[in-house]
Nanobody, 121 residues
Framework: QVHLVESGGGSVQAGGSLRLSCTAS????????LAWFRRVPGKEREGVAA???????SYADSVKGRFTISQDNGKKIVTLQMNSLTPEDTAMYYC???????????????WGQGTQVNVSS
């Protein structure tokens, strides 16, 4: 059984940084993919960053150059380093597994409960 647990959310001022982590216990698909999505009220979850088993990454245009996704295959941990945060990055962030690239979200099979990120101006 796959179980995803996120950590690292919180509140930060604009320009600051946060690091999100997700432990994907029970996930054995070494090909693809682990990803981070985010959702703001009234909108669908949008793909933020994704990483394949061989380390290929993809990013939403809105976060390119600011966010970095990485993974520790041995420990099944995927992290999202978020720098130069803006209020527009405020959202609930979700870890997802067993999908492809940045989605759409319904193509991902497993989800964590989410961790809130708040960025104040």
């Amino acid at each position: 059984q796959v179980h995803l647990v996120e950590s690292g959310g919180g509140s930060v001022q604009a320009g600051g940084s946060l690091r999100l982590s997700c432990t994907a216990s029970g996930y054995t698909n070494s090909a693809c993919c682990l990803a981070w999505f985010r959702r703001v009220p009234g909108k669908e979850r949008e793909g933020v960053a994704a990483i394949s088993g061989d380390g290929r990454t993809s990013y939403a245009d809105s976060v390119k150059g600011r966010f970095t996704i990485s993974q520790d295959n041995g420990k099944k941990i995927v992290t999202l380093q978020m720098n130069s945060l803006t209020p527009e990055d405020t959202a609930m962030y979700y870890c997802a597994a067993d999908g492809y690239g940045l989605g759409p979200f319904y193509e991902y099979k497993y989800w964590g409960q989410g961790t809130q990120v708040n960025v104040s101006s």
